[in-house]
């Protein structure tokens, strides 16, 4: 018998990208909510209640609603919202965050989705903490940019209501209270929180985060070809790893670092850039704010939980 899969919210944006990844496969049984009891409050229990996994594509208030709607012991859950992403009692969705965190996302009954802005730095930063080439109160600066679609419905309306006339590149989170700052902090390893300064830009979707570090204080400085070293292993060692690195070589600029080159893709890709003299560097991921950042990460989370190969 097919595992059942309910998408809570599959009309929204992260919602319906799961529904065209999840296209086509027999491996799998979609439910959903029919058309003409949407509006029935007992409809979405009922569905909830029935599915092997659901996945919630919500906001965080009804997010925390639909998992209290669960009234069984069966029902999985991977909860793309930020309701629970450093909640007691679930895993954090980023399988390739330490060696055995897929296997621990494959026996979870409840699976957080990253966030997309915190997960490059993540990616980036925890195997050098881990590793000890940076301390966890290290005090880090993160910025970056993402396509529009990362604002979500209202935002993805106002950029293709105004088309060229929309703003090319607009810092936010100027209050440094971003959402994301617990989800980063905790997963990276960090002792103190970061100071997150993203940017929206006018194209629909994909993303680049970057963390420059200012080594020079620390009592003993890696250099570049250290701190790559120690992600590259650590991803070496992630069977079926969703993440690349990219060779560590000096160069002004790349087109590698487009941050539409990997949309519509679970894939990431990591660069490490480095002025040894001057004891500064870079720290650089490339991926699909939908993708690897969303939906993609959903759906290879899901597979892992359902031990199918995706």
């Known amino acids: 018998m097919k595992p059942k ?7 929204g944006t992260t919602g319906l990208q799961i529904r065209t ?3 086509g496969r027999d491996d799998i049984e979609i439910i959903s909510v029919p058309a003409e009891r949407r509006k029935e409050a007992a409809a979405r229990a009922e569905f909830l209640n029935a599915a092997d996994v659901a996945i919630l594509c919500l906001p965080d ?8 709607l669960i009234a069984n012991d069966n029902t999985r859950v991977i909860d ?16 390739e965050m330490d060696r055995d965190q897929g296997k621990a996302i494959a026996s979870a009954r ?26 966890p109160d290290f005090p880090v600066t993160m910025n970056g940019i993402s396509g529009y679609t990362g604002g979500g419905r209202s935002m993805i309306d106002t950029y293709v209501s105004q088309g060229e006339d929309a703003p090319e590149f607009l810092p936010y989170g100027l209050t440094f209270q971003h959402k994301h700052v617990p989800e980063l902090k905790k997963y990276a390893g960090l002792a103190r929180d ?7 830009g006018n194209f629909a979707q994909g993303m680049v985060t970057m963390v420059p570090l200012q080594l020079g204080e620390l009592e003993r400085v890696p250099t570049g070809a250290e701190l790559h070293a120690a992600i590259a292993d650590h991803y070496a060692g992630i069977k079926d790893s969703a993440v690349e690195v990219a060779p560590f070589e000096p160069v002004e600029r790349t087109p590698a670092l487009d941050p539409e080159s990997y949309n519509d893709t679970n894939r990431m890709r990591l660069h490490v850039f480095a ?15 939908l993708g690897k950042g969303a939906s993609g990460a959903a759906v ?6 359902l031990g199918l190969p995706g």
């Not at 208030?61 to 209290?68: G, I, P």
């Not at 409840?110 to 930063?125: F, K």
């Not at 290879?300 to 939980?305: A, E, R, T, Y």
Request: include cysteine; charge should be negative.
């Open 5 to 11: 899969i309910f998408i809570d919210g599959e009309h």
């Open 21 to 23: 990844r999840l296209a």
């Open 61 to 68: 208030d009804a997010a925390n609603e639909s998992v209290s």
């Open 80 to 95: 793309a919202s930020t309701a629970h992403r450093v909640a007691d009692g679930w895993v954090y969705g980023f399988a």
């Open 110 to 135: 409840r699976v957080a989705n990253p966030g997309c802005w915190p997960q490059g730095p993540i990616a980036t930063l925890r195997p050098l903490v881990t590793a000890g080439l940076l301390p």
């Open 194 to 200: 970061p100071l997150m300064q993203p940017v929206v």
């Open 275 to 289: 002025n040894d003299k001057r004891a500064q560097a870079l720290l650089v991921a490339v991926y699909d704010n």
């Open 300 to 305: 290879q989370n899901l597979d892992l939980m």
